[in-house]
Nanobody, 125 residues
Framework: QVQLVESGGGTVQAGGSLRLSCTASGRSFSTSVMGWFRQAPGKERTCVGGIFWSGGITNYADSVKGRFTISRDNSKNTVYLQMNSLKPEDTAVYYC??????????????????WGQGTQVTVSS
């Protein structure tokens, strides 16, 4: 059974940093795309960015470019979301997700087949 387990959320002041982790199990993710999404209260779930596991290719939403970095550790089957220069508008529940449809990093959450449980990130002003 595929499982994605996230960790690393918390509360930080504006300008601070957090690193989220997403550890995958249950199958090989070497040909997967891992996406990071976030959802603020009353808003839709939006894509922050993603990584094609095999090639390490990444893509980011404009709102986080230059501040967020996605990476992976093959030996730990873990994907990371390093978030720097955090802003109050980054406050949301963050989710990791995975699909095996192609090497494309979709921004549409319905393209992803597996989801983590979510972790809260709160940025205070």
């Amino acid at each position: 059974q595929v499982q994605l387990v996230e960790s690393g959320g918390g509360t930080v002041q504006a300008g601070g940093s957090l690193r989220l982790s997403c550890t995958a199990s249950g199958r090989s993710f070497s040909t997967s795309v891992m996406g990071w999404f976030r959802q603020a209260p009353g808003k839709e779930r939006t894509c922050v960015g993603g990584i094609f596991w095999s090639g390490g290719i990444t893509n980011y939403a404009d709102s986080v470019k230059g501040r967020f970095t996605i990476s992976r550790d093959n030996s730990k089957n873990t994907v990371y979301l390093q978030m720097n220069s955090l802003k109050p508008e980054d406050t949301a529940v963050y989710y990791c997700a995975a699909h095996h449809r192609s090497f494309l990093i979709y921004s549409d959450p319905t393209k992803y087949d597996y989801w983590g449980q979510g972790t809260q990130v709160t940025v205070s002003s």
